[in-house]
Each structure stands twice: as C-alpha cells, then as structure tokens.
T-cell receptor, first 113, second 111 residues
Framework: DSGVTQTPKHLITATGQRVTLRCSPR?????VYWYQQSLDQGLQFLIH???????AKGNILERFSAQQFPDLHSELNLSSLELGDSALYFC????????????FGSGTRLTVV | SQQGEEDPQALSIQEGENATMNCSYK?????LQWYRQNSGRGLVHLIL?????REKHSGRLRVTLDTSKKSSSLLITASRAADTASYFC???????????FGAGTTVTVRA
C-alpha cells in the first residue's frame, strides 16, 4: 500500500457518460497530480493541485475537470466519454519539500464501450 | 509531449546479468527520477538524482546524470526475475510543478 488511495479500481462505462475518479493523497502531502496512461500516448500529465489550488495544467481535455477539496482528497471528472478516453488514470501525491519523489496510487482502469 | 526518451524500448536479459537503460531529456531540470511499473499497476519511485549530482546508488541501482548531455542512465546489477517491469525516467523542472515522463523501457529478466 503506497498510501495513495484511488477508487474505483475498475470502471466500465458507455460513450457519452460521465464518471468521477477519486484520490486520497498520502497523509501530510498537499500536492495531488493526475496522470493518464494509454498505450499510444504513454504517461500524460493532466493537472496538479496544491492545497486546494490548481498549480499546473497539462494536456487535459475541456471535457475533463478536477478539484481538490479542503480535506485534500481530489476528484477527476470525465464527461462526454469517448472510446479514446479508455486508459489507466493515476493519481500521485507529494510533500512540500522539493527533490522528493512522487507517491502513486494503483490507478483506475477506465474502459469506455 | 514527453520530456524524456528512454533507450532501449525493450531489454531482455538473463537472471544475474546487469541491465542498463538510458534516458535523454530536452530542457534544464531540477531533478531526474526513475520509476518502476509492474504490468498495469502503479508506479513505484526508485531513485532521484538532483541536477548538481552526477551519480547516486540505492541497493542494486546506480543512476548517473550528465546535465551537459541532458542524459541519465539506470543500471540494475545482478538482476532478478522480480525486476521484470517497465522503467520510466521522469524530469522535474524548476518552474513546471509536475513530472514529465518518458516512454519507458520494458525489462524482461529470464530465469
């Protein structure tokens, strides 16, 4: 157990639907990052939140949104799902100090049918 | 777009042999990190090397960093079957607040 909890582990949904992925960071970590991993695109950075504020945005589609709540857990919302959104979605967290590695969750495998 | 590129894409070695993989990146970095991913599972942080460091060791892992060539290498010594995984380099810059990953090297250790 890495300390980063992601739910659900697996999700199968139909095109056009909306899903919410949840992440609880490691205790004490203020930063949460979301990544998408697919066979053709590799690991793509989506978004970073620090203590509730958006800090950096990557290749995140307009159909996707995220937020970090006061208790520091984060949610990634994916809407109007397309077949190409099928991927592994990872959440990672890190502490306040620089030059430390990220702790990744075990991911949510999303399949859009 | 990805910051790092690993080489080779895939590597197959016999148990007990050493495995070496390389990573090249494009911009100036704060640090470079290596992660391991077992099939379809989460990434595990292996080692971090700062931009002012040239070499670092952790157990059977040895990482080098050459900032003039914008490249790094990861050496796994005396490999074991349990080392079979994908290995990713990732870079963190001073301004980006994120890790940028390469495409990874898939390592297969044959018993």
């Amino acid at each position: 157990d890495s300390g980063v909890t992601q739910t659900p582990k697996h999700l199968i949904t139909a095109t056009g639907q909306r899903v919410t992925l949840r992440c609880s960071p490691r205790s004490g970590d203020l930063s949460v990052y979301w990544y998408q991993q697919s066979l053709d695109q590799g690991l793509q950075f989506l978004i970073h939140y620090y203590n509730g504020e958006e800090r950096a945005k990557g290749n995140i589609l307009e159909r996707f949104s995220a937020q970090q709540f006061p208790d520091l857990h984060s949610e990634l919302n994916l809407s109007s799902l397309e077949l190409g959104d099928s991927a592994l979605y990872f959440c990672a967290s890190s502490g306040q100090k620089a030059n430390y590695g990220y702790t990744f969750g075990s991911g949510t495998r999303l399949t859009v049918v | 777009s990805q910051q790092g590129e690993e080489d080779p894409q895939a590597l197959s070695i016999q148990e007990g042999e050493n495995a070496t993989m390389n990573c090249s990146y494009k911009t100036s970095i704060n640090n470079l990190q290596w992660y391991r991913q077992n099939s379809g599972r989460g990434l595990v942080h292996l080692i971090l090397i700062r931009s002012n460091e040239r070499e670092k060791h952790s157990g059977r892992l040895r990482v080098t960093l050459d900032t003039s060539k914008k490249s790094s290498s990861l050496l796994i010594t005396a490999s074991r079957a349990a080392d079979t995984a994908s290995y990713f380099c990732a870079t963190e810059t001073w301004s980006d607040y994120k890790l940028s990953f390469g495409a990874g090297t898939t390592v297969t250790v044959r018993a």
